[in-house]
């Protein structure tokens, strides 16, 4: 089992920042990718950002220039630096990591629970 545990969600002013953490843990060999994907209310779960090992980034057109992810592959953990947000950022932030457990073991893909991110305006 591979667990994901988000945090650093909260309430915050449209204008300001927030920064998302995302560790990983269990049976892992390797990840390959991980993302942020969010989920308002009433809408479908859409890609943020992702990045792989390798730390070649996407990003969707909506966050261009405003966030910013990054990992850490010795700790298993992925950020995500939100900065000028906005009321519409406003949504349930997930994690996502897809990889492999052990050498020549089965592949993975695991979600965290969300954490809560409101932008008053």
């Known amino acids: 089992q591979v667990q994901l545990v988000e945090s650093g969600g909260g309430l915050v002013q449209a204008g300001g920042s927030l920064r998302l953490s995302c560790a990983a843990s269990g049976s892992i060999f390797s990840i390959n990718v991980m993302g942020w994907y969010r989920q308002a209310p009433g809408k479908q779960r859409e890609l943020v950002a992702s990045i792989t090992k390798g730390d070649y980034t996407n990003y969707a057109d909506f966050v261009m220039g405003r966030f910013t992810i990054s990992r850490d592959n010795a700790r298993n953990t992925m950020y995500l630096q939100m900065n000028s947000l906005k009321s519409e950022d406003t949504a349930v932030y997930y994690c996502?990591?897809?990889?492999?457990?052990?050498?020549?073991?089965?592949?993975?893909?695991?979600w965290g629970q969300g954490t809560q991110v409101t932008v008053s305006s």
């Open positions: 996502n990591a897809a990889g492999r457990r052990g050498i020549g073991g089965p592949l993975f893909n695991s």
